[in-house]
């Protein structure tokens, strides 16, 4: 039976959540740090024409745009407002369209006509410049009026000078040109700081340096000698024996019990077997226990003071300050971008004999700097009201500390202040709040929870604090157990399993009890 084939049409409505470009545009300056924040704007003020930096904050504009006519504003260049219902951004770009110029009163108009004349006047002056003279003065002088510049008014603050780090590398070369180590040698020695880690240990093995200089490996090794003399101690070791050997060398203990642990015993050393290493080299436990005491002062990465990244600088985007009783929260408007529409840009598209395409770019440009500045205020809006939601649920750690943090999801604000679980979590991303117990990132705020004995849950940061308070008053020579520590919480009515102690101490990076365990 054959089948039949028809072409047709058919019509259906369905509705259909459609992400717009301006709604991932919010969406992404909500989840982004300031720092990233700054650095968006920025681009966004290279790129677009019709924003310039403004001297007020989003919500200053948005004060001012209420008090006036907003469209009127928008053609001098003041602030545009802030009409946003939200990240779903109802208005339409006629609500943006803007309106006529208010007649610039009498003293303006004089005082554009004096700037005029003066640039007129000064244009004149130009064309009657004599540039050849000019020029030849000009290059004969630089030199003589160059020392001006290095006056002492004119230079930046010593403070405000950027610092390079140096770096192990550095640092290395630096002593190797110092070194008196012959001139045929500095290319060995080169070398082999060029194949240091970031911990200062040689990983390259001596045979390859040596195919790669083309000369026999017992050379490699005789520079290697003196480089590991530099400072770090330790540096250029090919493991953790030869750089601990090299330090208590360094130390003169070379002799030491000490080093005969380091070369014979180091793997019952990080056992903490001391009775072991005791009964080996027939010693006391106790003596063997002052020994290990002065290996834990080497350094067991020598690279380490040199390595790593740079600093980072948290900057608040929220404070939470403490006003009688309450405490209130105020946003960080300085640290956050400020902008607003150009004035020429504005007249330029008021303009009636400007060109067709010149007019669709720059309304494609103002839609584009309008809903930037409506994000960004969105934005701020947002994480003030996440923060004031977290400060209600939170009150008791800011009064009394972490110890009184209590258990708190998404889910919790997110219904507080009537907003997603996904908006809530964005908000809190890489934000952080200046409270009168330090400054913490807003996530820190939600925590899990371990059920208590009498029924309430306590957050897992509390119990985190409680493992590092145990830890801290334990006694060396009998450091508390993962078991122990999980008895003594149940004392405090904190109902918790060995396994998740260990969890929380790993977590914290406290080694278990059998490495805290000191002799003597």
């Excluded at 409505?13 to 720092?35: G, H, W």
């Excluded at 009964?279 to 003596?287: D, G, Y």
């Excluded at 063997?288 to 740079?310: C, F, T």
Aim: with cysteine.
């Amino acid at each position: 039976m054959a089948l039949e084939v028809k072409l047709g049409q058919d019509l259906r409505l369905r509705q259909q959540l459609v992400m717009t470009p301006q709604l991932q545009q919010a969406i992404k300056i909500l989840q982004l740090s300031l720092p990233e924040l700054e650095a968006i704007v920025q681009s966004e003020l290279e790129q677009n024409p019709m924003l310039e930096p403004l001297d007020q904050s989003p919500a200053e504009a948005a004060s001012e745009s209420e008090a006036s006519d907003p469209e009127a504003a928008a053609q001098d260049g003041e602030p545009l407002p802030p009409e946003s219902d939200g990240l779903n951004g109802n208005n339409s770009d006629d609500d943006w369209e803007t309106g006529s110029r208010e007649e610039k009163p009498a003293s303006t108009i004089e005082v554009e006509a004096r700037d005029a004349a003066l640039e007129i006047k000064e244009l004149n002056n130009l064309e009657k410049l004599d540039w050849r003279e000019y020029l030849e003065t000009y290059s004969n002088n630089w030199q003589e009026s160059a020392p001006a510049d290095n006056d002492d008014d004119h230079r930046s603050a010593l403070e405000n000078t950027p610092l390079r780090r140096s770096s192990l590398e550095d640092h290395m070369m630096w002593q190797l040109r110092m070194s008196n180590i012959a001139e045929s040698d500095q290319p060995i020695g080169a070398t082999i700081i060029y194949n240091l880690n970031e911990d200062g240990y040689l990983e390259t093995p001596v045979e390859e340096l040596a195919a790669q200089l083309e000369i026999a490996p017992a050379e490699v090794e005789r520079v290697l000698a003196r480089v590991q003399r530099f400072d770090p101690p330790g540096v250029a070791a090919r493991d953790l024996r030869e750089c601990l050997l090299a330090q208590l060398q360094n130390l003169g203990m070379e002799e030491s019990l000490a080093a005969r642990i380091i070369r014979d015993h180091l793997d019952l050393l990080e056992k903490h077997r001391y009775a072991e290493i005791a009964k080996v080299l027939s010693v006391p436990v106790e003596t063997v226990g002052q020994a290990a005491k002065v290996i834990s002062l080497l350094e067991p990465k020598p690279g380490r003071d040199y390595g790593g990244d740079e600093p980072t600088y948290v900057v608040p985007d929220v404070y939470i300050h403490k006003v009688g009783e309450d405490y209130v929260v105020t946003l960080n408007r300085d640290a956050v971008p400020r902008l607003r529409l150009a004035g020429y840009y504005q007249r330029v598209l008021n303009d009636v004999d400007v060109a067709p395409e010149t007019r669709e770019y720059l309304q494609e440009r103002l839609r584009s700097a309008r809903w930037l500045v409506k994000s960004i205020y969105q934005r701020q809006q947002t994480i003030f009201k996440v923060a004031t939601s977290i400060v209600k649920f939170q009150r008791a750690f800011f009064d009394h500390g972490i110890s009184l943090l209590k258990p708190l999801v998404l889910k919790d604000v997110a219904e507080d202040i009537g907003m997603h679980e996904s908006t809530i979590s964005r908000a809190t991303a890489n934000k952080y709040a200046h409270t009168p117990q330090g400054i913490f990132e807003l996530k820190f705020f939600f925590t899990s929870g371990v059920k208590g004995a009498g029924g309430e849950d306590v957050s897992a940061e509390t119990v985190k604090e409680q493992i590092r308070g145990m830890v801290t008053s334990e006694t060396p020579q009998s450091p508390l157990s993962d078991q122990a520590i999980a008895e003594m919480l149940r004392a405090k009515q904190i109902n918790i399993a060995r396994r998740t102690v260990a969890k929380y101490r790993q977590a914290m990076g406290i080694p278990p009890s059998a490495n805290r365990k000191q002799i003597g």
